[in-house]
């Protein structure tokens, strides 16, 4: 075997080094949902085995992103495919078409290559589909081969190692479940993937594709049957590290759905993988998550222990900057909560500072929104206003209406406070509107049982009946440390005579001097399908996330998840 270029072993020592290529979504005669997405499936997968053996490619959804954005027409002419060569800074392009013979059971390609220094020669292949996975390794040679890559059996040997799908078929169920997805059927798409599974059972991005369709579907035990399963994978494939994230990821979504007792199942599930590992950060992630569901009842002492401890490690990590900030704002969020106003600031200012540092638009809203209810606390209510406007703006230009929809909360409780009862009860059914078709229940209930303070003070006590028996139900369910306040109202109403009392209590100072549930609560590291946008934040998928809207045939993105989460 001849000697390697360290950065690219498949290429001689004379060869240039291998410029970046990209691969086109691949066309088919038949024009439906189910063909585009199949073609892009194929196109996607034969970039990553590219890219896994080490040619540099472009990443599919960027291909995808910049075809859409220059209205680029597939197969390309000439002139679009000059104009996205340069706009991709790509050197090679990959296109071309596909034939699915149903009665003959045969796929075909026709495949074209241009680009600097590349042969331009056209590539036709075909093969029953049972041997698709044979079949699929010799097209990727044959690229790398017109690319200029030697063909060596080392090579040979490592593209046999990349995952794909079992069989042509498992990937035309999985292309049929984002078809039926992105056309809103989710039911269908459920049934598609289910099908992928059957047929290869250890195909990820299908087990992933569950766990996003299943939620959107509000199917809870398909969502946590899909999460088990994408956690069993990992595991079977020899990556404990990616199990554990994945249990950390459905521990999020039972927090969001206020199934606290099962999120902590899957949280201690996760600590336990990590602690077998020695793994200091992925405990430090965990235990941070556990903590978080300490604070949600109300036990902010414990989690200041748990912050405080997990701030050293996530230091000492250096790129664990997402938790660090999390750990940062919940810390901040439990100081207050204890009535200690300089320590909150303290934490929330190094926060802010750290969101500005990096540039991070969302934390650096979180971060302000959280120092805007420090102040709302300490009486600073100028800089409070002056908070909550500044993290609005910057997570309404982001479009996180759920984050949004919290900062209205902390306004409506401030222009409570400031006398201005209209003002403060626009804010608040705002806030509730948004949050209504989301799964945070605990949210949705502070919302709830803000209004019936609200109410409560105005004198329209039918409607604070209403909102504070609506939030105690639930703040009851999950024992939130919460439910006393939405008890308290209760009780307040309670002890009204039946007439002369109103209009007096109405201007009494019943109620707890305390707004009720003015906490912001971040979730920067807590995203999954929906991201909540008041909890505390946890520790695990900051950044890599299943997608809550339906792609479309071109984006084929919802991750499958082959890297850590960090």
Excluded: C
């Amino acid at each position: 075997m001849a000697e390697s270029n360290s950065l690219t072993p498949f290429q001689s020592d004379e060869s240039a080094e291998p410029g970046l290529a990209a691969v086109l979504p691949f066309v088919s005669p038949d024009r439906s949902d189910d063909s585009l997405w199949l073609g892009a499936l194929l196109a996607r997968l034969l970039s990553r085995h590219l890219e896994s053996v080490g040619w540099p490619v472009m990443d599919y959804n960027d291909v995808a992103h910049t075809m859409s954005e220059s209205g680029m027409t597939n197969p390309p002419d000439r002139t679009s495919l000059e104009s996205f060569r340069r706009k991709a800074g790509v050197e090679a392009i990959l296109y071309g078409r596909y034939v699915l013979d149903g009665e003959a059971k045969m796929l075909g390609l026709s495949l074209r290559l241009e680009g600097i220094n590349v042969r331009d020669l056209p590539m036709e292949m075909s093969t029953p589909v049972g041997s698709f996975s044979r079949f699929f390794d010799r097209v990727v040679l044959a690229v790398l081969e017109q690319l200029g890559a030697v063909i060596e059996d080392d090579l040979r040997k490592r593209i046999e190692a990349v995952p794909r799908p079992g069989s042509l078929e498992a990937l035309r169920q999985l292309a049929r479940a984002y078809a039926g997805w992105s056309r809103g059927q989710n039911e269908l798409a459920l049934a598609a993937v289910e099908s992928a599974l059957t047929l290869d059972p250890t195909l990820e991005e299908a087990a992933a594709l569950q766990v996003a369709i299943a939620q959107v579907a509000d199917d809870t035990g398909t969502t946590r049957a899909a999460f088990l399963r994408w956690s069993d994978l990992a595991s079977k494939r020899q990556a404990p590290e990616v199990a554990a994230d994945r249990l950390q990821m459905m521990g999020h979504w039972m927090v969001g759905r206020g199934e606290w007792e099962e999120a902590r199942n899957a949280y201690e599930r996760a600590r336990a993988i990590f602690q077998r590992l020695k793994d200091d950060q992925g405990m430090a992630q965990t235990v941070n998550n556990l903590a978080n569901l300490e604070l949600l009842r109300g036990k902010h002492q414990n989690g200041i222990q748990a912050y405080r401890r997990n701030l050293r490690v996530f230091e000492e990590e250096g790129e664990s900057g997402d938790d660090h900030f999390a750990s940062l704002i919940n810390l901040s969020i439990a100081h207050k909560n204890l009535g200690q106003q300089e320590e909150a600031l303290k934490a929330v200012e190094q926060a802010l500072t750290d969101a500005r540092s990096t540039k991070d638009s969302r934390s650096e809203g979180r971060a302000l929104a959280q120092r805007g209810a420090v102040h709302d606390d300490m009486g600073h209510w100028a800089q409070a206003h002056t908070d909550y406007s500044q993290a609005s703006r910057l997570l309404s230009e982001l479009r996180l209406e759920e984050d949004v929809a919290m900062i209205k909360t902390h306004q409506g409780i401030l222009a409570k406070q400031q006398g201005n009862y209209d003002q403060a009860e626009s804010l608040l059914l705002s806030a509730s509107a948004s949050l209504a078709n989301t799964y945070l229940l605990h949210e949705q209930a502070v919302v709830w049982a803000n209004l019936a303070d609200l109410y409560l003070s105005m004198g329209d006590y039918e409607q604070s009946w209403g909102f504070a028996e609506r939030a105690d139900e639930i703040l009851t369910r999950l024992n939130s440390g919460w439910q006393d306040r939405s008890r308290d109202v209760i009780a307040t109403l309670e002890s009204l005579p039946p007439e002369e009392g109103e209009e007096e209590v109405s201007q009494s100072d019943l109620l707890p001097s305390e707004p009720v549930g003015d906490e912001f609560l971040d979730v920067s590291s807590m995203v999954t399908l929906f991201p909540p946008s008041e909890s505390p934040a946890g520790s695990s998928g900051s950044q890599h996330h299943l997608q809550s809207n339906p792609p479309t045939p071109l984006d084929a993105s919802v991750e499958d998840d082959s890297e850590r989460l960090i």
